[in-house]
């Protein structure tokens, strides 16, 4: 069964994300989890997040570099031309959150496409700061992410399938660059799951996972994740999978797909 990571944007938000007394750190651990990830941890100064780490024995596996106006509705910038030195400067803030937590790997979310933009003006920026980001962090031994997102959430997100991700890496042409693959965001988009992990394993550097329809937890809706699990331990998939998902009632109660498919913690 595949070491699971608690995303910590979207599960335990029953309680708050630091707190003198109870946090969700201290509930992921409580619930058995050795690793967390997070999308934004820039809220709270990094050596903060990393005494909740060690004090709970976790590891964070992933964060996201600065995506411009979150609660704005932007979903990332990097696409954006007019947007090229507030990239630069989160990617230099990220890596200095990675190096304080111990993230070995950061996603950059590309963004949404303006109405009307020209779609190779937005790939050349896409592809220059992929360039710039994968350099800098690999100067610090990290590995960069790019994230498929599913246009019926985001409508107008710039990157949206597997093999765009694929083929603007191509053109990236950096070693320490790969796919994060969300199997909630390629079910909705192109399915053939398995297949595409298999075809592209060597080049998928994080799995997150969550169920179509909703969002939930594995077992709420279409995807056979029993399955999918068991296919990622047979092509060899040692990474984390990321538990990026709404839980439907409360994460506690959500849980039980961890008994039900055969593994009793996280």
Known sequence: MPRFSANLSML????????PTLDRYAAAAAAGF????VQFPYDHPAVDVRARLEAHDLSMVL???PAGDWAGGERGIACLPDRV???REGVERAIGYARTLG???LNCLAGIAP???DERVLRATLVGNLRYAAAELGKSGLGLLIEPI????VPGFFV???AQALDILDEVGASNAKVQFDAYHAQRMEGELCGTLSRHLDRIGHVQIADNPGRHEPGTGEINHAFLFQHLDAIGYRGWVGCEYKPATTTAAGLGWMTTLGRLTP
């Open 85 to 87: 030195d507030e990239f």
């Open 115 to 117: 109405l009307g933009a």
């Open 160 to 162: 949206s399938r597997t």
């Open 34 to 37: 050795r690793a967390v990830e």
């Open 103 to 105: 993230v070995p790997q």
């Open 63 to 65: 964060h996201n570099l």
């Open 12 to 19: 335990f938000t029953e309680v708050p994300m630091l707190d």
């Open 150 to 153: 599913n246009t019926f959430d």
